[in-house]
């Protein structure tokens, strides 16, 4: 069965320091990849979104960026965070084909504060 | 209008109780609908999908009502587990399932 692994569960973090979240997916392959957001008292925002290694797109312009190193392994970086980008931060995975290409899983997030 | 629109609640029901939920949307060219329960502090897990008229799984039945634009989340003999907030999904895109639109989610409290 498959599994999605995200770390930090929570974070920390002084405005202006740098940010990696790490998230990475067991027992498929070439699948597709997604990091949304959720603030408080907001809906998802998708973030990012990949379709295969090195392949990113952004749904949102800002400080915010993503990569994807290997098929099954998605990284949101920033160098300086801002104290808006607090909020739980949701790696997902979707499969690339078959039936079930529009249904997303969750991995358990990363609560993320700035100060 | 809100492309994804859903009642905030909260809906507070007795354990036993019927309780629905309508979720509305506004592209009426939208192909598939999910329903996603979130637990507090929790990451969102898929509860039932819907494609054509309705879904039933176990308690639960989805219905999708195209020409009025709307999803309907029905909770049979509510549990104490099933207080969570509801997340109404939408998917404008046959084939595309990287712009799901999320609703705000609809909060239920089911008590003893």
């Known amino acids: 069965s498959q599994t999605i692994h995200q770390w930090p569960a929570t974070l920390v973090q002084p405005v202006g320091s740098p940010l990696s979240l790490e998230c990475t997916v067991e027992?498929?392959?070439?699948?597709?990849l997604y990091w949304y957001r959720q603030a408080a008292g907001r809906g998802l925002q998708l973030l990012f979104y990949s379709v295969g290694i090195g392949q990113i797109s952004s749904e949102v312009p800002q400080n915010l960026s993503a990569s994807r190193p290997q098929d099954r392994q998605f990284i949101l970086s920033s160098k300086k965070l801002l104290l808006s980008d607090s909020g739980f931060y949701l790696c997902?995975?979707?499969?690339?084909?078959?039936?079930?290409?529009?249904?997303?899983?969750f991995g358990p997030g990363t609560r993320l504060l700035v100060l | 209008r809100k492309e994804v629109e859903q009642d905030p609640g909260p809906f507070n029901v007795p354990e036993g109780a019927t309780v629905a939920f309508n979720c509305t949307y506004s592209?009426?060219?939208?192909?598939?609908f999910f329903w996603y329960r979130q637990d507090c502090r929790k990451e969102p897990k898929l509860l039932m999908s819907?494609?054509?008229?309705?879904n039933e799984d176990g308690r639960f039945t989805a219905q999708l009502n195209r020409a009025s634009q709307y999803i309907s989340l029905l909770i049979r003999d509510s549990k104490l587990s099933d207080s969570a907030t509801y997340l109404c999904?939408?998917?404008?895109?046959?084939?595309?399932?990287?712009?799901?639109?999320w609703g705000l989610g609809t909060s239920l409290a089911v008590n003893p």
């Open positions: 592209n009426s060219a939208s192909q598939s």
């Open positions: 999904v939408v998917n404008p895109q046959a084939g595309n399932n990287r712009k799901l639109i």
């Open positions: 027992g498929t392959s070439n699948p597709n």
């Open positions: 819907v494609y054509s008229s309705g």
């Open positions: 997902a995975w979707s499969p690339s084909r078959g039936l079930k290409q529009e249904t997303q899983y």
